[in-house]
């Protein structure tokens, strides 16, 4: 299906365990972003990748890894789970374009509980 | 303070009226501004850009304030279907550089019959 995708949508796992959150897009765009959304704090930013194999950090990098071998997919690992990692976490692309800041597209979501 | 401040709601309104959404911002760099939409438990999507000269689109205006930096969205002869939380977005600066996205928190909508 075109668009972008992300997966699992709902998971549950344990403090200090290991978990990545995939995130696929079939557009080709060239950015792609990891949001985690909070009560009382909205969407904050965790990394970006403006291409493949070019990934940078964004507000909250803490705690999280991420890679971009291939432009469609754009993985988001948390090394060791804690309990403040639990969240709603959006993947969003967009296309480079004229402008640097316009639309963004995201996926559903995937809703993450640390216990 | 934040970068982009917008008042939680619940904004509780009848069908047909007109409401007013105002966020504030802090960079006074900023560039581009957007509302996004995003419906409960859903994926935030992109509602409208928000221009100086003022943005319309159907029963949505979207306003731009420079000089005291804040925007607007006003909404006309609300729908039920307009229920939402509505994100203010504006423009901020990555600590390593380069730009991002600044979401603001949202302000709830609440369409009643």
């Known amino acids: 299906d075109a668009g972008i995708t992300q997966s699992p949508r709902y998971k549950i796992t344990e403090t200090g365990r290991q978990v990545t959150l995939m995130c696929h897009q079939t557009?080709?765009?060239?950015?792609m972003f990891w949001y985690r959304q909070d009560l009382g704090h909205g969407l904050r930013l965790i990394y970006y990748s403006a291409a493949a194999d070019i990934t940078d950090k964004g507000e909250v990098p803490d705690g999280y890894v991420v890679s971009r071998s291939k432009t469609e997919n754009f993985p988001l690992t948390l090394e060791s789970a804690t309990r403040s990692q639990t969240s709603v976490y959006f993947c969003?692309?967009?296309?480079?374009?004229?402008?640097?800041?316009?639309?963004?597209?995201f996926g559903p979501g995937t809703r993450l509980t640390v216990l | 303070r934040k970068e982009v401040e917008q008042d939680p709601g619940p904004f509780n309104v009848p069908e047909g009226a007109t409401v007013a959404f105002n966020c504030t911002y802090s960079?006074?760099?900023?560039?581009?501004f957007f509302w996004y939409r995003q419906d409960c438990r859903k994926e935030p999507k992109l509602l409208m850009s928000v221009y100086s000269s003022g943005n319309e689109d159907g029963r949505f205006t979207a306003q731009l304030n420079r000089a005291s930096q804040y925007i607007s969205l006003l909404i006309r002869d609300s729908k039920l279907s307009d229920s939402a939380t509505y994100l203010c977005v504006g423009e901020g600066i990555l600590t390593g550089g380069g730009n991002k996205l600044t979401f603001g928190t949202g302000t709830q909508l609440k369409v009643e019959l």
């Open positions: 960079n006074s760099a900023s560039q581009s």
């Open positions: 557009w080709s765009h060239s950015y």
């Open positions: 969003a692309s967009k296309d480079a374009g004229l402008a640097g800041l316009d639309e963004q597209f």
